[in-house]
């Protein structure tokens, strides 16, 4: 059972992955960072909730929406808002940016932009648990459009056959970039696509903390056990465009109105105000979050540039 | 009257359109090039004259978009299929490779795949790694395939064109800095054959070979450098394979002098191939060695700085300009 503690701390994860994700948007639009991004807001409560159900040594492969895994999975968000300002105190230096963050001593084997491109990397890093008796577990994430890659379908049934210790978690918010789900798959559930490889699938209402808590930890304990994969589906919403140059003429304004009065974060607030929990303690992270994340952008501002030397001497071992 | 001038997007748009309306047998297919009008906005406004059965978005799986192309034109089909970043054709490697460029061949010429794979590549847009890459040198080294790289909205509309005609799998790259560069296109109809270069600016001291982005950077480059008595030569190549050798060495045996421009990585690029052309063919015409310009050996960096270095620009033109004429 969780204690309030935990959820205090689960809480505070999300706050700090919206607000985060709100600054990098603010300083998009003043030109302090560029290129593009994919924002994960809307999505908070899967990343908190299967992160939670790891141990610290544990793994996960990220994707190009992939602010709320790093965080979730411990990182520093004073090197994040570096690596997005392409500082050389960043994560990657500055040489990855928003879509390619690793966090490897996190355990965050890193964010991709090839969709689908991570999962055979995550059945091989759960290989190497299992070949170094580790005990450890990956945590795969994707999204409902990776799932009809190839690479989802090679990798999800190597890892069914080996038995490797890794969770599918696919992040199903209803939208590969523009094409819709429905027209996407010819099946309801994403989820069911594991019976195909002989692995339990599950779907889980992705706005609710909890739920994507309590399935990925059941699926994280048969992993450990030696078990073999599960998939996960949950069930969630990006209440932004796919990055930053969508115009958003695939969906309608009253279907993103409706996904966001689900808010997950305000549906955990609600939670633990019933639960007890005296609303200043709440406004305290709040502003808590608030402060880190200013914070972590001072740091990244004041922070310098690689030269294009230094960058060279990285481009072999 | 002055000439109509149009974005290279609106070109590539006009010509599939243009296409369309004449052959039936033109469709297109990929990822959000129906509702969202592609990710840079090219096949804007086809799904709404065409509809769902020519502009035909696909789920993620490039693979199966290029395998589906090939399939159909098999059955006498003329697919368009695009790939949203250039760095994305490494997924549908096997579909052109082994099978869209040999399946003729190995069919005894019996079949053709008459498709044209789209794709914009470069970097410039702070992409970073997977958004940025410049992989066209990879398909000029299969014979079966076709690769086309336009500099202008001219080009592109024409080329694209004959593309779309030619019996032959073709790889169109496209640049992502110059979708939106205008340039005069006449209102009417208008091809240009695959294979053959165009002189874009003529000059006496050096030529510059060069295709796609480089080019304009080229003209650029010429400009400054005639303003301090450089008379620079510009010859794009436009399409790579099949490539125009005469236009290339009826320049450098005028000019004496060659400097190869190209963003990939200057190692094993097909910039090698246009210099090693000109050893080859025009040694005894060259008053010094042939020079290559071409981007850093490293993956695309996210830092804009850095990444403004990776590939070759305008003063970087002109400063290898002033050491070939030196």
Redesign the interface.
């Known amino acids: 059972m969780l204690s309030v503690s935990d959820k205090l701390k689960m809480y505070f994860t999300m706050l700090c992955i919206r607000r985060f994700e709100e600054k990098a948007e603010e300083l998009y639009m003043a030109g302090k960072i560029w290129g593009t991004f994919h924002l994960y807001i809307g999505e908070e409560a899967v990343a908190t909730g299967a992160c939670f159900a790891l141990r610290p040594e544990d793994y996960i492969t990220s994707t190009h929406r992939g602010h709320g895994h790093c965080i979730a999975k411990g990182a520093d968000v004073r090197k994040m808002m570096a690596e997005l300002m392409g500082k050389a105190t960043g994560y990657c230096l500055g040489l990855g940016g928003s879509m390619h963050i690793a966090d490897l001593e996190g355990g965050n084997l890193g964010a991709t932009g090839i969709v689908g491109s991570a999962i055979p990397i995550a059945a091989g890093a759960a290989l190497a648990c299992k070949l170094q008796k580790n005990n450890r577990v990956v945590l795969c994430f994707f999204g409902d459009g990776a799932a009809n890659t190839g690479e989802f379908h090679e990798a999800v049934n190597l890892a069914a056959v080996f038995r490797l210790p890794v969770v599918f978690l696919c992040e199903n918010n209803l939208y590969a970039m523009s094409f819709p789900v429905k027209k996407a798959f010819a099946i309801p559930d994403i989820a069911e696509r594991a019976k195909g490889y002989g692995i339990p699938g599950v779907t889980v209402d992705g706005m609710d903390v909890l739920s994507v808590y309590e399935a990925t930890k059941e699926a994280v304990e048969r992993a450990r056990k030696g078990e073999g994969p599960t998939l996960i589906e949950a069930r969630t919403y990006r209440f932004r465009g796919h990055s930053k140059s969508d115009k958003g003429v695939y969906r309608t304004k009253e279907e993103v109105r409706m996904w966001m009065e689900r808010c997950p974060i305000k549906r955990f607030r609600e939670h633990l105000l019933g639960e007890g929990v005296p609303e200043e303690t709440l406004r305290d992270l709040e502003k808590k979050a608030e402060e880190l994340v200013e914070e972590a952008v001072r740091f990244a501002e004041e922070s310098p540039e690689l030269t294009i030397e230094e960058a060279r001497r990285l481009v072999y071992a | 009257m002055p000439e109509r001038e149009i974005t290279y997007a609106e070109a590539i748009r006009e010509a599939l359109r243009e296409e369309m309306r004449k052959d039936p047998s033109v469709f297109l297919i990929g990822?959000?090039i129906?509702?969202?009008?592609g990710?840079f906005g090219v096949t804007q406004g086809l799904l709404e004259e065409f509809g769902e059965e020519r502009v035909i978005?696909?789920?993620?799986?490039?693979?199966?978009i290029v395998g589906a192309a090939i399939g159909a034109a098999l059955l006498g089909m003329r697919p368009v299929a695009e790939i949203m970043f250039f760095?994305?054709m490494t997924?549908c490697a096997d579909q052109i490779v082994n099978q869209a460029a040999k399946i003729r061949f190995m069919f005894g010429g019996k079949a053709k795949v008459a498709i044209v794979v789209r794709s914009p590549a470069g970097s410039g847009?702070?992409?970073?790694?997977?958004?940025s890459g410049s992989l066209e040198s990879w398909f000029t080294h299969v014979p079966g395939l076709k690769v086309v790289a336009p500099a202008t909205p001219y080009d592109a509309k024409g080329l694209l064109k004959s593309a779309i005609r030619d019996d032959n799998p073709v790889i169109f790259v496209e640049h992502k800095l110059l979708y939106r560069v205008k340039g005069p296109v006449p209102e009417e109809e208008y091809v240009i054959p695959l294979g053959v270069g165009e002189v874009k600016r003529r000059g006496r001291d050096l030529t510059i070979v060069t295709y796609s982005l480089m080019v304009r950077r080229s003209l650029e480059a010429a400009e400054i450098l005639s303003r301090e008595g450089i008379d620079v030569e510009v010859v794009d190549v436009r399409t790579l394979r099949p490539l125009d050798e005469e236009v290339i060495l009826e320049s450098v045996r005028k000019t004496h002098r060659a400097l190869v421009v190209y963003e990939p990585p200057r190692f094993g690029a097909f910039g090698a191939e246009i210099a090693a052309l000109i050893t080859e063919k025009a040694f005894d015409d060259l008053d010094a060695p042939v020079m290559r310009l071409g981007g850093?050996?490293?993956?695309p960096?996210?830092?804009?700085?850095?990444e403004r270095?990776i590939a070759p620009q305008v003063e970087d033109i002109v400063a290898a300009c002033r050491e070939l004429v030196s």
């Open positions: 990822e959000d129906g509702v969202y009008g990710a978005d696909t789920p993620i799986s490039e693979a199966a760095d994305f997924l847009t702070g992409a970073a790694g997977h958004h850093l050996e490293m993956p960096p996210y830092n804009p700085h850095l270095r």
